[in-house]
Every structure is written in C-alpha cells, then in structure tokens.
C-alpha cells in the first residue's frame, strides 16, 4: 500500500539538473519523506529526507510544496553515475513501529 | 568503515530446503531490518527488530524466521514453507528511537537467492 506515486521512467542529459516528481497527497502531519536511490543489483542509497521545509545537502535538494502533498528530488548536475532507480518514500507509524512504506519509483536515465 | 555486510551475494538452493542469509552490521544501530525485492517492484518488509532478543513480523512473514540474538547480527532463514523465495533480499538498520534519523536508513548489498 505505497502511500507515494511518482512517474515510473524519467530521462534527463548529463550535466541538467535532473527533477523528480512525487505525489504523496495522504501524507499526514507527523510524516517524513524520504527519497533513496537504487543503482542495479545493489542496496538503496539514502538521498535525503524532509518533514516541511525545503532541504538541501551535497547530493541533492528537496523541495516540499507548503501543503506538503508533493515533493521534487532536484539533482542539480546530473551525471550517468546518477541513473538508476529513484524511490520517494513516506515513514509511517510511531516508535517501535516506524516502517518505510516502498512503492515502485521512478527510473532516471542519464544520457550523455 | 562502518557499514552493513550481507552475505553470500549469490545462493543457490533446492527446493525444499531451508537457508539461512546473514547480516551483520557495526553501526551500533538498535534497529534491524528485512526486506524483499522482486523484478520491478519495491521493498516489502518482511521482519523488522527494534532491539536484541525482540522482533515483530511485516508485511510478508510467511515462510520466514529470524532471530536477533547480538545487536550486530538479524540473520533470515527463508523455510521450504515460502511458496516463492528466489528473490533479492536486502537487510537494513537504523536508529529506531527519538526523532527522524538523520541518514534514514542503511542497507546492505544484498542476496540474491535462487532456488531451483
């Protein structure tokens, strides 16, 4: 039951900035988004996260909208070790049952 | 460095038998976790431990054990009971308490089981 959607492909020209999407319209107050990456065969990369405000840390920036039903990964200079598969995530719940909640990302090609 | 150590990378296994994945990490983390990919999908959580000698089932448990003995240790046995266990199986940890984690969540590289 992903609580996020977002465009399943995307492609963008290495050096663009690279802009990704993602609805999560039932998100409630208390709710983090998170964003992870994941390169073919490998384990998720941490991107970066948010709760209201816009964020920003040396991979990328997080730009959250004011009523907090959507959010965009930007990559500022996107290059082809930055393809692979993006997935927004909301963490739900409380304490000891704080879980992510995974849907099916968005798959970022880098093109030369 | 510090970090998550999932292994083996490959596992090949008949059907029928029971195989255990291991995941070690020394990230001092309280919280541990499981999950399962398959081809073109997200993660489904199947356990998840928030402390040493504690666990709870997610999403998928069926078919699944675990024990968390050591806080560096949350090994996965899948059981002939999984219907469907050639999968990509990730394992992950994070500080479970207080407020949002600043790095979220750390994975391993995961184990890639095939049973045939």
């Known amino acids: 039951d992903a609580k996020t959607t977002q465009p399943p492909s995307m492609d963008c020209a290495e050096g663009r900035a690279a802009n990704l999407p993602c609805n999560h319209s039932t998100i409630s107050g208390n709710e983090y988004v998170y964003w992870y990456r994941q390169i073919h065969s490998q384990g998720p990369q941490y991107i970066i996260h948010?709760?209201?405000?816009?964020e920003t840390n040396e991979m990328a920036s997080l730009i959250i909208t004011e009523d907090r039903k959507s959010s965009t990964l930007i990559l500022p200079h996107a290059t082809l070790r930055d393809t692979a598969v993006y997935y927004c995530i909301v963490r739900v719940g409380a304490g000891n049952n704080r879980k992510l909640i995974w849907g099916l990302g968005t798959s970022l090609a880098v093109n030369p | 460095d510090g970090g998550i150590t999932q292994s083996p990378k490959y596992l090949f296994r008949k059907e029928g038998q029971n195989v255990t994945l291991s995941c070690e990490q020394n990230l001092n983390h309280d919280a541990m976790y499981w999950y399962r990919q398959d081809p073109g999908q997200g993660l489904r959580l199947i356990y998840y431990s928030q402390i040493v000698n504690d666990f709870q089932k997610g999403d998928i448990a069926e078919g699944y054990s675990v024990s968390r003995e050591k806080k560096e240790s949350f090994p996965l046995t899948v059981t002939s009971a999984q219907k469907n266990p050639t999968a990509f199986y990730l394992c992950?940890?994070?500080?479970?308490?207080?407020?949002?984690?600043?790095?979220?969540?750390?994975f391993g590289s995961g184990t890639r089981l095939t049973v045939v």
């Open positions: 948010g709760l209201k405000n816009n």
């Open positions: 992950a940890s994070s500080i479970p308490t207080g407020g949002a984690s600043p790095y979220g969540y750390t």
